[in-house]
């Protein structure tokens, strides 16, 4: 039943009206499963850096008071990923398949999003997806198990090609007109996130907290390529929009 059980809570935090004065806001936020409250087990909270989330004072809010609750309701580690690869290869087609000129660019933006956010992120082991992924000296070897189980396994590369077609929305073919390429390149950065995955769970991380869903090929790696007690369990979290108390 721990699967099926979810949290709630209120997180008050100041704001300001838009004539200056100051408020309270309200920010309710629900888990889902709930057996995670309290841990001692290592937590990683991926921060992906183009996530519409964080738009305006609405956006602020709610990451502040989802900083907020994590660090009241975490016992032990907690680290906050800055995911400035987790794209990659599909940000490159705007740069002309350029890797080293788009990993650039979202380096830019992860330091503008931390800037934003650093008052939250005291207490909090902070990482960048560079130093956390691609440096870690288990890479090559988790790498070469993903990729091992997308060529042998006709399950698995359906469902990652599902998931990279389900991000092609009215406004990445706006950005990217040819469909089947960016499908590939998505592709092959949903294969980047399962080594992460990996590579978390040998770290010892025991827990994962995103205010989305894990997509499908995350679940799959996680089921097929880690045992019980190496999975990364995720935690989905709901955030919602922040609602003024006076």
């Not at 100041?14 to 995670?36: L, Q």
């Amino acid at each position: 039943t721990q699967w099926k059980t979810m949290t709630r809570h209120r997180i008050l935090l100041e704001t300001r009206h838009d004539n200056g004065a100051s408020a309270m806001a309200k920010v309710s936020i629900r888990t889902r499963p709930s057996h995670w409250v309290d841990t001692e087990q290592p937590v990683i909270i991926p921060f992906s850096i183009h996530s519409a989330i964080y738009n305006g004072e609405a956006g602020r809010l709610k990451i502040a008071a989802f900083f907020q609750f994590i660090k009241a309701h975490v016992k032990g580690k907690a680290t906050v990923l800055f995911c400035e690869k987790a794209h990659l290869e599909t940000l490159a087609l705007k740069h002309d398949h350029n890797l080293q000129r788009a990993l650039e660019v979202c380096r830019q933006d992860a330091d503008l999003l931390f800037n934003r956010f650093k008052s939250h992120l005291t207490g909090f082991d902070v990482k960048h997806w560079v130093d956390f992924v691609d440096d870690d000296k288990n890479y090559l070897a988790c790498k070469e198990k993903v990729y091992h189980l997308f060529k042998t396994n006709d399950e698995f590369r359906l469902i990652v090609r599902k998931d990279a077609s389900s991000t092609y929305t009215t406004e990445r073919e706006r950005e990217f007109g040819d469909k089947t390429t960016y499908i590939d390149k998505c592709g092959l950065d949903f294969l980047e996130h399962c080594i992460y995955l990996l590579i978390a769970s040998k770290k010892g991380y025991r827990y994962e907290l995103y205010p989305a869903k894990r997509n499908e090929s995350l679940k799959f790696a996680n089921d097929h390529l880690l045992n019980e007690e190496e999975k990364l369990v995720n935690i989905n979290v709901t955030l919602n929009n922040p609602k003024h108390c006076n």
